[in-house]
């Protein structure tokens, strides 16, 4: 039973302080170890790094980071049918300390079962913290949407302090005790979930969906078999038994994901016995998956060729302070926790005035800001070409339009999926659209491997082509949204009572 008269968190149910410290915590060791990902593994043997190349290294990158995405979907169904969404997260948690502790281990074997480890533990951790959010308030309560911004304050909080840590760490004290201080903060987002798990009382304690003890059965045999093979194939590689080229994986990897997003949006379009409103609506929702999907493969440069850039090629000296290579990615999450009170409004403002843009709009011109992020990258590649050091604004000015497009599109992505969608099929859109996160991730590895530290020359044209890709696909959905916010008006009449979304990304 929901409590609605619960305001003990700034006004809002207990259960919100312990999934916000929760989430904040899981997100510091998330973002601390991920900015270190890239700098790690093409770091020199002398620099306790595994000096792969900067094309196995982001392929590997776009991997983990499209593997995260991707088991959220089976994180949630396992929630949903087997053990609810407490123990997911609770279990997730564990898992994910195991594999910063493992990450923390100086061996090349343990970096690769660390990250598995943080993968399967996400994938259990994150889809469902987000739903238990939802499930705190009732569905008159109105203070839904603002728990969810207090939330969201949460990962950005979590993300600054895991950049900041994990960052200063890494050039003071070396890799492995930044990977170290990972398992720290997620440990302490543990011991303070299991403290203050009361204060949920009972929300997803138990699974949502009633399956018979057959199904069941063959769940957990499924399971079980999956992480045998999974165990078994990691230590065949791991021998040297099975060679695996990163590259050609992630390509692979590429293509099944597409695949995957097209078959499952596909089935739903053509064999959901759809009404022809809800068909013009997902076809409106299918423009902003590809917008998403492109947005995605720009923005997570981040962490790879933007990272790289920011180690070898800029000038990280304040006096007699170098600024860890790591830090620059913190401004991200510093932006969106100035800027999203301001969008908040914006957004609002403009409904007040009939000029709200559509789903589809707001999405292409988000796409077409963060591309232009790349083409002030595109300025600093020329100075950095010639032999220069660049100076450390010009990064900052490129997370502030990525910031910005991220603003204009993620959290309106989300509610188009859930207004759009025919809502029969809510939550298996949601998961669909988890995907276009999973294929933008793997292919912003592919694109960052194109990054030649040994010819500077080529590094303005890389940087130019992603930022030219992406705004000419921004143009094209903007165009296409003149005459899809028709289809999208569709959705009104049908969705009066909108479910709101779960924040996947962040």
């Known amino acids: ?58 392929a590997i990158y776009g991997l983990y980071t499209g593997a995260v995405y991707f088991m959220g979907l089976p994180g949630g169904w396992i929630a949903d049918r087997l053990i609810g969404g407490q123990k997911a997260v609770w279990y997730g948690g564990f898992i994910i300390m195991t594999g910063h502790i493992v990450l923390a281990i100086p061996a090349k074997a343990s970096f690769f079962i660390g990250l598995i480890l943080v993968v399967l533990g996400t994938g259990l951790l994150k889809p469902n913290i987000g739903a238990i959010v939802g499930q705190l308030y009732s569905s008159e309560d109105t203070r839904r949407d603002s728990g969810y911004t207090i939330y969201y304050m949460g990962i950005n909080i979590g993300s600054v302090i895991g950049y900041l840590v994990c960052g200063w760490l890494q050039v003071n004290q070396g890799y492995h005790w930044a990977f170290g201080a990972a398992a720290v903060g997620m440990a302490i987002g543990l011991i303070q ?89 997902m076809g409106a929702l299918f423009l902003i998956c590809v917008a998403s999907a492109c947005f995605w493969a720009g923005f997570e440069q981040a962490g790879s060729s933007l990272n790289l850039f920011g180690r070898d090629y800029t000038d990280r000296m304040i006096g007699a302070f170098e600024i860890p290579a790591a830090w620059f990615q913190s401004a991200n999450s510093f932006f969106i926790i100035l800027l999203s009170p301001f969008f908040a409004a914006l957004w609002i403002n403009l409904g ?31 100075i950095a070409a010639s032999g220069l050091k660049v100076a450390p604004y010009w990064l900052v000015m490129t997370y502030f339009l990525h910031t910005v497009g991220e603003l204009c599109l993620s959290p309106v992505a989300l509610s188009a999926v859930s207004k759009l969608s025919p809502k029969r099929f809510a939550g298996q859109m949601m998961g669909v659209f988890v995907l276009t996160y999973s294929i933008g991730n793997v292919i912003a590895g592919l694109l960052a491997g194109n990054f030649n530290p040994e010819r500077l020359d080529q590094m303005p044209n890389l940087f130019i082509q992603i930022s030219l890709f992406s705004i000419a ?34």
């Open 352 to 382: 007040k005035r009939m000029l709200d843009p559509s789903y589809g709009a707001k999405c292409a011109i988000g796409l077409i800001i963060m591309a232009s992020g790349f083409i002030v990258m595109f300025f600093a590649a020329q």
């Open 193 to 281: 979930y299991r403290m203050t798990q009361h204060k949920l009382q009972g929300e997803s304690s138990e699974p949502t969906v009633t399956i018979s003890p057959t199904a069941r059965k063959l769940s957990w045999t499924a399971i079980i078999t999956f992480l045998v093979a999974l165990a078994a194939t990691t230590f065949l590689v791991m021998q040297g038994t099975v060679q695996i080229n990163p590259v050609t994986l992630a390509e692979k990897v590429a293509v099944i994901f597409t695949v995957t997003f097209l078959l499952y949006f596909g089935g739903i379009f053509f064999f959901g016995e759809l009404s022809s409103a809800e068909k013009r609506r």
């Open 473 to 506: 696909i921004g143009i094209v959905v903007l165009l296409l949204t003149l005459k899809t916010r028709k289809w999208e008006k569709l959705a009104e009449k049908d969705h009066l009572a909108e479910p709101h979304p779960v924040p996947q990304q962040g």
């Open 1 to 58: 039973m929901k409590n609605s008269n619960d305001t003990s968190f700034f006004g809002h149910p207990g259960g919100l302080q312990t999934l916000f410290f929760t989430e904040m915590w899981e997100r510091m060791s998330y973002y601390g170890m991920r900015a270190l990902l890239v700098l790690f593994m093409t770091a020199s043997l002398q620099e306790e790094g595994l000096a792969f190349t900067v094309a196995t290294a982001t």
